[in-house]
């Protein structure tokens, strides 16, 4: 049963090779983004500022540099998930919405990706 219902979407996505190609690029690029994270985070004794609230007694909050380790799951759960959604929506609401959200999954990866980049690069250790 469960066999099933997982091969039979994936049948569905390999008949549409436009979708097909942008769930290729989704995974290519969260695999890159985590061998990134994986080799520019190094482990140091720095904390770096994770966020911000005028609620707090201070308004700046802090956190050790494995923090940014969490980019690589953000990664792996996007990748995952906007795949998912996508072949679900190809089965139901057609192509031009799954194709839609796989772009939008790309730009989500890409944003995440410059996002990463831009505290990395501010905490690095000299």
């Known amino acids: 049963m469960v066999?099933?219902?997982?091969?039979?979407?994936?049948?569905?996505?390999?008949?549409?090779?436009?979708?097909?190609?942008?769930?290729?690029?989704i995974v290519v690029l969260a695999l890159v983004f985590i061998i990134y994270i994986a080799v520019a985070v190094r482990p140091s004794d720095l904390q770096l500022v994770t966020h911000y609230t005028a609620f707090g007694?201070?308004?700046?909050?802090?956190?050790?540099?494995?923090?940014?380790?969490?980019?690589a799951v953000f990664a792996v759960v996007v990748a995952f998930f906007h795949i998912a959604i996508a072949i679900k929506?190809?089965?139901?609401?057609?192509?031009?919405?799954?194709?839609?959200?796989?772009?939008?999954?790309?730009?989500?990866?890409?944003?995440?990706?410059?996002?990463?980049?831009s505290i990395i690069n501010v905490w690095s250790p000299v």
């Open 57 to 71: 007694v201070t308004n700046l909050y802090r956190d050790q540099w494995f923090y940014l380790l969490t980019f």
């Open 89 to 117: 929506m190809y089965t139901t609401k057609g192509s031009p919405l799954a194709i839609a959200f796989a772009w939008f999954g790309v730009g989500v990866m890409v944003l995440a990706w410059v996002v990463a980049i």
């Open 3 to 25: 066999k099933i219902n997982l091969i039979q979407p994936l049948k569905e996505l390999i008949t549409n090779r436009y979708l097909t190609v942008l769930s290729g690029i």
